[in-house]
């Protein structure tokens, strides 16, 4: 009887001991582009507005790109954003051309989680 006892005291200490140690705690990368829109901005050039949201329950930072075309010409934009748990955010990318210039202008947005994950 004692032998059973001391048994299961020992399988149920080896089960909390381990049950840390079956993987990593990554959480997953929650951030999302919600919106992107674009048009002419305060100074009437050519402005990429891109909204990024954190639905996640943590802290997390990502990298935000802005890939497209402008007059025939390819484009990446990059940049780092840093949100709190359910914040969002809106990033602004202004381009040295007045937008009543623009003859032909695609582009796309994503964001990525660092490159140190």
């Not at 997953?28 to 582009?33: A, K, P, Q, Y």
């Not at 050039?45 to 954190?54: P, R």
Request: aromatic residues 8%.
């Amino acid at each position: 009887m004692e032998r059973r006892t001391f048994l299961r005291g020992i399988g149920v200490a080896t089960l909390g001991v381990t049950a840390g140690c079956l993987g990593e705690d990554d959480s997953e990368f929650m951030l999302r582009v919600v919106d992107q829109k674009f048009g002419a901005g305060e100074d009437g050039a050519l402005t990429v507005w891109v909204t990024v949201s954190n639905p996640g329950n943590e802290a997390q930072t990502g990298t935000v790109y802005v890939r497209g075309e402008l007059e025939g010409d390819s484009f990446v934009r990059v940049r780092e954003v840093e949100l709190d748990a359910h914040e969002t955010t809106e990033l602004t990318i202004v381009f040295e051309i007045a937008y009543d210039e623009v003859g032909s202008f695609n582009f796309d947005s994503s964001v990525e989680p660092p490159e140190s994950q």
